[in-house]
Structure formats: structure tokens, C-alpha cells
């Protein structure tokens, strides 16, 4: 299993990326999907993560202006960023979890660059 993400970059503050991650291999239906974020000041964190029922979960500094969101057909998943500030400057890891044989897996992107501008 590989995931591929894609869509960081340098962006102003205020402005807007989408971040994608697609998954490659089998992995199962039933699965979480997510992104973290990790800078060199702090240990990777939790942004936001999606189940494959939809269940949808935010860390709160995130909150209202990123969304997360998967499309399951093409194993992809999606962090649109909406007003996006200096503090969301990290590399953005794309995180699949899927559960099968009554364990959960754990499998990694390689990261985005997201920079922001102030």
C-alpha cells in the first residue's frame, strides 16, 4: 500500500489549497482516512480525518475553515483550506487506517509542503 499526496505550495494568507491523496493497493472498505501535520517545532499532528461512512473529525484549530473529504471509488481523499494562516504552515501527511483480520493498519504519504505567507 502507497499514498501519494499532491496539491501544497506557497500561498498568501487568506488564500486557499486543496490537498489530495490517493491510495494505491488493496486496502479495506472499512477504513479511516485522514491528514496530520507536522512542523520542526512540534510533533505531528491530527487535522482532520474521514471514515468510510463519513464520519468526519477536525482539530480544533482547524475548525470551520478546512474540509475534509474522500471520494471511496478512487481511494482518494481531499483537505480543501480555506483561510489559511502563517500557523498552518507544516508538511501535510496523507494517513490511511484500514481496518481488516481485527487489526487496524497504518500507512503514510510521503508529505506536501504547505507554506503561508503573511
Known amino acids: 500500500v502507497q499514498l501519494q499526496a499532491s496539491g501544497g505550495g506557497l500561498v498568501q494568507a487568506g488564500g486557499s489549497l486543496t490537498l489530495s491523496c490517493v491510495v494505491s493497493?488493496?486496502?479495506?472498505?472499512?477504513?479511516?482516512m485522514g491528514w496530520y501535520r507536522q512542523t520542526p517545532a512540534k510533533q505531528r499532528e491530527l487535522v482532520a480525518t474521514t471514515t468510510s461512512d463519513g464520519n468526519t473529525n477536525y482539530a480544533a484549530s482547524v475548525k470551520g475553515r478546512f474540509t475534509i473529504s474522500r471520494d471511496n471509488a478512487k481511494k482518494m481523499a481531499f483537505l480543501q483550506m480555506n483561510s489559511l494562516k502563517p500557523e498552518d504552515t507544516a508538511v501535510y501527511y496523507c494517513?490511511?487506517?484500514?481496518?481488516?483480520?481485527?487489526?487496524?493498519?497504518?500507512?503514510w504519504g510521503q508529505g506536501t509542503q504547505v507554506t503561508v505567507s503573511s
Open positions: 493497493g488493496s486496502i479495506s472498505s472499512a477504513n479511516v
Open positions: 494517513n490511511v487506517k484500514p481496518y481488516g483480520g481485527f487489526s487496524w493498519y497504518d500507512y
